[in-house]
């Protein structure tokens, strides 16, 4: 709440909503935040964001076509840093891909460090997170728990643009100390 006050003190707009469409309070009461939310409403940031969320109340379970079937590129047992890698093909039907689409049009693309165009996206309403679990949970990916809130698109403009052989570093989430098992790639 006092890093809100604070933000609000030097004329942050809290009634304006993110590129995902979600507001501050939105995101706040996402999160959990109670005291935020209290002082977001109380300073004019509204309540509607309260009950209409970003993904506009869908359930990530209609978006999902199960059961599904993983197909393994490097067997879990192998001894290799890519070690269960899959791919789980047809796992959301065309709807949630649109909303996904226009979500990643939305976004603001970040400075160029490569081929890549990268936006970044930090899902508080977890509708994303909740497809991407909906389907890894059909897959039956035992060892995926949970998908993580931070999300980078990339997106490759020029014919032929690729990404060259790596393997995803770990990422931490500062404030819970989850580390990633897997990296989701949408093509």
């Known amino acids: 709440a006092c890093a809100v006050e604070a933000l609000m003190a030097q004329g942050a707009d809290v009634t304006k909503a993110a590129h995902g469409g ?15 939310v209290e002082k977001l409403h109380s300073s004019g940031a509204g309540g509607q964001g309260l009950a209409v969320a970003c993904s506009n109340g869908e359930d ?19 001894r290799h840093p890519g070690a269960g890698s899959l791919i789980i093909d047809g796992a959301f039907d065309e709807a949630f891909l ?9 976004l603001p693309a970040a400075p160029r460090e490569s081929q890549a165009e990268r936006r970044f996206f930090f899902d508080a309403e977890g509708w994303i ?3 991407i679990d909906a389907a890894l949970g059909q897959a ?22 690729s990404l060259s052989p790596h393997v995803d ?4 989430d500062t404030a819970s100390g ?9 093509y």
């Not at 990530?60 to 192998?78: F, M």
Request: hydrophobic share 45%.
């Open 22 to 36: 979600c507001l501050p309070i939105t995101a706040a009461a996402a999160a959990g935040h109670m005291q935020v």
């Open 60 to 78: 990530a379970e209609q978006h999902s076509r199960g059961p599904l079937h993983p197909e393994y590129v490097i067997p879990v047992t192998a």
């Open 98 to 106: 649109d909303r996904v689409l226009d979500l990643w049009r939305r």
């Open 129 to 131: 997170l909740r497809a």
């Open 140 to 161: 039956g990916v035992a060892d995926a728990a949970e998908a993580m809130p931070y999300m980078r698109f990339l997106c490759y403009p020029s014919p032929g643009g």
């Open 169 to 172: 570093l770990l990422r931490s």
């Open 178 to 186: 989850r580390r990633t098992t897997y990296s989701f790639l949408l």
